[in-house]
């Protein structure tokens, strides 16, 4: 595996596997690398010639008061985890690389980056995801690029740039990879104590609540939502957001009569976590007008 620091030395690389006639998998991280996003470099190495992961802790997507500084960063282990994998090249630019003096440009994706987590965080959250993504896509010039279902809004907002911008890359979503308590694999996991360890893992059992009622056959939000609520609430979580909503516009759905959504996101100990179970419907094209205004 080669460890590469700038934009010249990877597109050199990629020309080289492009004039081979490979194809090329792109997986864009944050690194402090976990099985989740292992799984996703196992998922690039199976369908590409070369597997370029990056790692670049985005500034950009940060707000002033969130944890950039804190941010876990571990170079060397990742780069192990990596080549383990069978990563082929791992793209570790400065801050400087991406964002030279002078750079200019912003990204914005509207309607999808107003809720959710765009709501809790600000609307530079996405556009800092977007305007990065969207670079890394002009470097890499990837076939494919890998995200974890885990960042629901964050791959659709991704989608809806390739879409819009035309850009020749496919999206694909991966599984999200849990503990064995049901928890979703993060990197901010590592900010919790052994005590809020354990009410962390409540957030997917308030999931898995809300799926079990609509499971059983009721179809309205209202129920669903308490059935989570109160699993949070036993836990002494109080989220900063679960919502029910549609899971390709993110509009607020008043029953699931189409694939939806159901988010939550909390602060829990010294961590942000955030997790989702997509409700799906068998024949989500039979749709009825149950949408509400956000």
């Known amino acids: 595996m080669r460890i590469l620091r700038t934009i010249r030395e990877v597109r050199a690389a990629i020309r080289e596997a492009r004039a081979a006639g490979g194809t090329i998998g792109l997986v864009p991280t944050m690194g402090a690398f976990h099985d989740g996003h292992l799984s996703l470099m196992r998922a690039a190495r199976e369908a590409s010639d070369l597997v370029v992961v990056s790692l670049f802790v985005n500034p950009t997507q940060f707000g002033a008061n969130e944890d950039l500084s804190a941010y876990p960063r571990d170079e060397a282990r990742d780069a192990g985890l990596a080549e383990a994998a069978g990563v082929d090249i791992l793209f570790a630019p400065t801050a ?3 964002y030279p003096d002078g750079f200019a440009t912003n990204i914005h994706v509207a309607g999808l980056t107003d809720v959710l987590d765009g709501a809790s965080r600000g609307a530079h959250h996405f556009d800092g995801v977007a305007t990065v993504v969207t670079k890394l896509f002009g470097i890499v010039r990837p076939d494919a690029a890998y995200f974890g279902q885990k960042d629901a809004q964050q791959v659709l907002v991704v989608r ?5 911008l035309d850009l020749d890359v496919r999206i694909v979503a991966c599984p999200i990879v849990r503990e064995a308590d049901g928890l979703a694999m993060s ?37 669903i939502l308490s059935a989570a609520r109160r699993v949070l609430a036993d836990a ?27 988010a939550v996101a909390a602060h829990i100990g010294a961590a942000r ?22």
């Open 96 to 98: 400087s690389e991406i």
């Open 273 to 294: 976590l955030i997790d989702n179970h997509v409700l799906h419907v068998a024949d989500a094209s039979a749709t009825t007008d149950t949408e509400v205004s956000a």
């Open 160 to 164: 809806r740039v390739v879409r819009d």
């Open 236 to 262: 002494g979580i109080d989220p900063e957001y679960l919502e029910l909503r549609d899971a390709e516009t993110l509009r607020p759905l008043a029953r699931v009569d189409r694939d939806a959504l159901l």
């Open 187 to 223: 990197s901010r996991n590592v900010y919790l104590d052994a005590e809020a360890r354990v009410q962390a893992s409540a957030l997917n059992r308030a999931l898995d609540a809300g799926a079990a009622v609509f499971e059983a056959g009721d179809p309205n939000a209202g129920s």
